[in-house]
């Protein structure tokens, strides 16, 4: 969609797949980033990452494993040979009756390695470092990663990797590390709505943009926001009546389960 634009200009609006097509297939799998990717025409591939004990980036959420596999305990933990022996698929069928499918069962979780190798440069990923903090090195790896699969930042589009974080501190290593990539402030909803000209003055020292919880948006902050030129993409819009406001209201794109939904509503205006 939009594909005049270039991905960071603040007249496209972007979907972004929300740990892939996260409404219909166990988040986080090849599965659910393929459906986003081929079928329901996402933008970007949203990636949350987190790090095995033998340090190795995967894609997950959560720290622990409980909720979206069958094993239990906390990823740092693990080796990557044991997060690969889990069920990353099952836990979506009994949690999704509805779009409940046999294929999913016995999934696995990927490494960022995995998808970089299926993508390559053929997709746009939206990167977060999940607990920075719990993972030293994190931010090196990822970098070193994307560079491995010619993914700098001089060797992508502009926009092509953005990387997010609720942690200031990790996106300022990133940056520290490499200039290139367009970094993304993300922000819960209190401290959105509380959000302060200075605070915002801040974040442009480093970021190109603000990923806030949608729930503390209003249109006198998203104009604040807006403004300043900060792309402004909220997360996880996924009722048509939010992301009809969330585009009312001047936002650059939103992180949704349902991409298709979006582009709906996105051809429909
Ligand atoms: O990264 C945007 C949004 O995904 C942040 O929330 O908890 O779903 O990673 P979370
Ligand atoms: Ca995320």
């Given at each position: 969609?939009?594909?005049?634009?270039?991905?960071?200009?603040?007249?496209?609006?972007?979907?972004?797949?929300h740990?892939?097509?996260?409404g219909?297939?166990?988040?986080?799998?090849?599965?659910?980033?393929?459906?986003?990717?081929?079928?329901?025409?996402?933008?970007?591939?949203?990636?949350?990452?987190?790090?095995?004990?033998?340090?190795?980036?995967?894609?997950?959420?959560?720290?622990?494993?409980?909720?979206?596999?069958?094993?239990?305990?906390?990823?740092?933990?693990?080796?990557?040979?044991?997060?690969?022996?889990?069920?990353?698929?099952?836990?979506?069928?009994?949690?999704?009756?509805?779009?409940?499918?046999?294929?999913?069962?016995?999934?696995?979780?990927?490494?960022?390695?995995?998808?970089?190798?299926?993508?390559?440069?053929?997709?746009?990923?939206?990167?977060?470092?999940?607990?920075?903090?719990?993972?030293?090195?994190?931010?090196?790896?990822?970098?070193?990663?994307?560079?491995?699969?010619?993914?700098?930042?001089?060797?992508?589009?502009?926009?092509?990797?953005?990387?997010?974080?609720?942690?200031?501190?990790?996106?300022?290593?990133?940056?520290?590390?490499?200039?290139?990539?367009?970094?993304?402030?993300?922000?819960?909803?209190?401290?959105?709505?509380?959000?302060?000209?200075?605070?915002?003055?801040?974040?442009?020292?480093?970021?190109?943009?603000?990923?806030?919880?949608?729930?503390?948006?209003?249109?006198?902050?998203?104009?604040?926001?807006?403004?300043?030129?900060?792309?402004?993409?909220?997360?996880t819009v996924n009722e048509k009546?939010d992301m009809?406001?969330?585009?009312?209201?001047?936002?650059?794109?939103?992180?949704t389960n349902y991409?298709?939904r979006f582009?709906?509503?996105?051809?429909?205006?």
């Amino acid at each position: 969609a939009h594909a005049k634009h270039d991905l960071l200009d603040p007249n496209r609006v972007v979907n972004i797949a929300h740990r892939g097509a996260s409404g219909y297939a166990p988040e986080h799998t090849m599965t659910a980033y393929q459906l986003s990717h081929k079928k329901l025409k996402a933008d970007y591939i949203e990636i949350d990452l987190q790090m095995t004990k033998d340090g190795q980036l995967i894609a997950m959420h959560d720290e622990t494993v409980d909720r979206t596999t069958n094993g239990t305990g906390a990823v740092k933990d693990k080796t990557l040979a044991e997060i690969k022996r889990l069920d990353a698929g099952s836990w979506f069928n009994t949690a999704n009756p509805e779009y409940a499918k046999a294929e999913y069962k016995g999934l696995q979780v990927p490494t960022l390695d995995e998808i970089f190798d299926k993508y390559g440069k053929h997709a746009n990923y939206y990167i977060e470092t999940k607990s920075p903090e719990v993972y030293p090195g994190m931010e090196e790896k990822l970098l070193k990663t994307l560079k491995g699969h010619g993914l700098s930042s001089d060797r992508v589009k502009p926009g092509q990797v953005m990387i997010q974080s609720f942690s200031q501190a990790s996106l300022l290593k990133v940056k520290a590390l490499d200039e290139g990539f367009p970094l993304v402030q993300l922000m819960e909803a209190p401290t959105v709505q509380s959000i302060t000209p200075e605070a915002l003055d801040e974040i442009q020292t480093y970021a190109v943009g603000l990923g806030p919880s949608f729930k503390g948006l209003t249109r006198e902050n998203t104009a604040m926001i807006r403004e300043r030129g900060l792309l402004l993409h909220p997360y996880t819009v996924n009722e048509k009546v939010d992301m009809e406001r969330m585009l009312d209201y001047g936002v650059t794109g939103v992180f949704t389960n349902y991409a298709d939904r979006f582009n709906e509503v996105l051809h429909d205006m």
